[in-house]
């Protein structure tokens, strides 16, 4: 997961607004689309045709400005696929109207898919992985995102194929679960079979306050992005303005048994990160303040 932006409302010369850029089993999801993302895109040299999901958390600037440059960029790079966009239902509007005013014809369709912001919904299962949505708590209507790989079968252990001398056709029972039958003797399929690494999930909270109401969608993931927008001194504003802070994020992090946090979507005024680590610690001690262009990855588990 490469973090593309992680500033917040006022874009910095050292922060971008908010973007990520997920990959996960050959597939590059972007998670919002803040003004400056395809710039972001080309520095760390991603190839723009590979991006077929979009993910938009909210219609709040600083997440989706990107979006109409980005696609059009899309459109005179040759682009023919069809792009997937998931985002709360005006977006959709907003494109309509951006491109026809602007006598813009994309040369491929956009399939927008609405998310529901009132409850949690399946919004992507394609055999290998799926993505819910979820509301979080913000100022207007807003999701956050849960990315899970789907159970993979095990793989043979190398030394039963030799051992045993199993044919294809016995190899794809087994991996069904089928024990194997070999000289009238029964050998257990977990005898021959390696247990499969354990699904990864990250989970990602765009804008939202403090909120348990979070927790059940994002529970035991093994990388959660959780913004923290202000310090625990400025937590009256980050209630106000339905943000968090770095404690907050902490907290919530704890609560949802997570494995790793990171924070981000900072407010322009803070200069110095190591203040939100240190913050964030007091609760929660595998933390990391993100910055742009940082890259983060889930070993796999068996
Ligand atoms: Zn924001
Ligand atoms: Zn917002």
Redo the contacts with the bound molecule.
Sequence with gaps: MNILGCGS?LPTIRRNPTSQLVYVQERQLLLDCGEGTQLQLRKYKFKFHKINHIFIS?L?G??YLGLMGLLASFSLLGRKSTINIYAPKPLNEILKIHFKKGYNDLDFKINFIELNTKKEELILDDGVIEVRSFPVV???D?CGFSIKEKIKQGNLKKSAIDKYNISIEQIVNIKKGANFLYKGKVIPNSEIIKSPPKPRKYSYC??TKYSESIIPYIENSDLLYHESTFLEKMSDRAKTTYHSTALDAARIASKSKVKKLLLGHYSARYKNLIEFEAEAKQIFSNVVAVKDGDIFTIDLRY
């Design positions: 409302a909210h709040h600083d997440h913000h100022r207007i807003c765009a804008d």
